[in-house]
């Protein structure tokens, strides 16, 4: 039997930075996780660059159903405590779009980071370990695996969601939830691409490959950027972004012309008279391929004196309100997270302890916590685990 103070389970973002941070206090920490590898997660993130964090972190940047949770844990540890550590390793770095921060070179800097902190630490990383069970004693925690026994104060489970199981995600961090009595929240893919119909997925896979600027909303939020046509359905970040707030059988609105009240703009071209067809207009703001999946050709070849206004309003709504239900999403295997998990209400928004069973803590993406596209999930990571790091 192994005895150790820290067992951390998950060599993932959030169970690094809690190791490393608990070895700083002088804890003996053992991080046991099944993957063949450290931080695969890491690996593959932003297009192997990494959005590691944002400058911009808000509480409503994050999804949970309490939405004051993660406000503690955000301040504590921010985006700007992350940012002095990268900048201590000399790793560089560049902001994107919205205040979304990537490594210039790879993923790999941030993971050798962590890594080296765990070495500097004191931090046993074991890989290759299958957890067969975990049991509580009094003040103890004792877990059986392929490769011996451990016995440790403190347990942190780091098992993030279930987005990517090729990757290693496995449902254990809910189970361990389960087992002491932790409610979970129900949990579905986030921040994945819509599948479509048969009928619109037969109508828009001619499109593959066309992206779009344009809003989409729902009844709970509306993002502005990118749509991009699949051969599956739709994809691109801002349908990242809402299918995190999508539950099956939902509509969702597109507006094509984000910055063009097009009634108004067909209204007055038509009131100046001049001799033009619908198309001629259209194809300056959309690609036509667009145009004809979405307008006859009879229509479009009208000429802009000859349309009605009951048509323009048709039209104008077809393109600024274009409305679609998704036939639901390509799932955990391409999801870049997983929205629901361990409920914040049995945890302390301070330590991450769970309030009726001392010793056992949840970091990072395993909690009913998750973040928007552009480094948010990340950020939580790092700042639930070093919240729990402090405490273990
Ligand atoms: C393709 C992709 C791209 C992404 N890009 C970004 C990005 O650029 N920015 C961003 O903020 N977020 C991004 N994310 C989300 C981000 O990767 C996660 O939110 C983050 O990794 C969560 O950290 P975590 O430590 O909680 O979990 P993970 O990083 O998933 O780590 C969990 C660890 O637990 C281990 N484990 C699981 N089950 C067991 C078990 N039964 N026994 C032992 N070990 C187990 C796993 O092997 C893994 O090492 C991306 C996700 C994906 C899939």
Redesign the pocket.
């Known amino acids: 039997m192994t005895e150790t103070d820290v067992i951390v ?9 809690c190791a490393i941070e608990a070895g700083k206090r002088g804890r003996r920490v053992i991080v ?4 063949n ?6 690996l ?4 192997g ?6 400058y911009f972190i808000e509480a409503t940047n994050f999804i949970s159903s309490n939405p004051h949770f993660c406000k503690s844990a955000l301040s504590r540890y921010s985006q700007w405590d992350f940012l002095a550590l990268i900048t201590r390793y000399q790793i560089p770095y560049h902001e994107r779009a919205h205040g979304q921060l ?1 490594c210039n070179d790879s ?1 790999k800097d941030i993971l050798n980071m962590l890594l080296k902190e765990c070495v500097n630490a004191g931090v046993n990383v074991q890989l290759n ?3 067969e069970s975990v049991e509580s004693h009094t003040d103890c925690f004792h877990l059986k695996t392929n490769q011996g026994n451990f016995k440790s104060q403190s347990l942190v489970v ?4 279930l ?2 199981p090729k ?4 449902p ?2 809910y189970k361990i939830a389960q087992q002491f009595g932790i409610s979970v929240i129900p949990t579905r893919a986030g ?1 994945v691409p819509f599948t479509l119909q048969s009928d619109d997925k037969d109508k828009f896979s001619l499109l593959s490959g066309i992206a779009v600027p344009c809003i989409i909303s729902n009844q709970k939020q509306s993002f502005k950027e990118n749509m991009l046509f699949t051969h599956r359905g739709l994809s691109g970040p801002v349908v990242l972004q809402i299918s995190s707030y999508w539950g099956l059988g939902e509509e969702i609105t597109i507006n094509l012309l984000p910055d063009l009240v097009l009634e108004t703009a067909l209204k007055v071209k038509r009131q100046q008279k001049v001799k033009v067809r619908l198309k001629t207009i259209l194809d300056a703001h959309l690609p036509k391929r667009l145009l004809t999946c979405l307008l006859s050709e009879e229509l479009l070849n009208t000429s802009l004196q000859d349309i009605s206004d009951r048509q323009i309003n048709l039209i104008a709504n077809h393109i600024n309100n274009w409305t679609i239900k998704p036939n639901g999403t390509e799932g955990y295997r ?4 997983t929205v629901g998990g361990v409920d914040c209400q049995s945890l302390s928004s301070k330590t991450m302890e769970c309030k009726e069973v001392p010793g056992l803590y949840f ?4 909690v009913d916590v998750t ?1 928007w ?9 790092w700042s639930s ?1 070093w919240c729990a790091g402090q405490y273990v």
């Open positions: 389970i998950g060599a993932g973002a959030s169970g690094l930075m046991l996780d099944s993957a590898k450290a931080g695969k997660k890491i593959m993130s932003g297009g660059r990494c959005n590691f964090t944002n990537f993923a370990t299958l957890i780091a098992t993030g969601g987005s990517i990757m290693g995600a496995t254990f961090g921040l391409t999801a870049e997270v970091v990072g993406e395993v973040g596209l552009g480094g948010y999930n990340f950020q939580w990571a685990a």
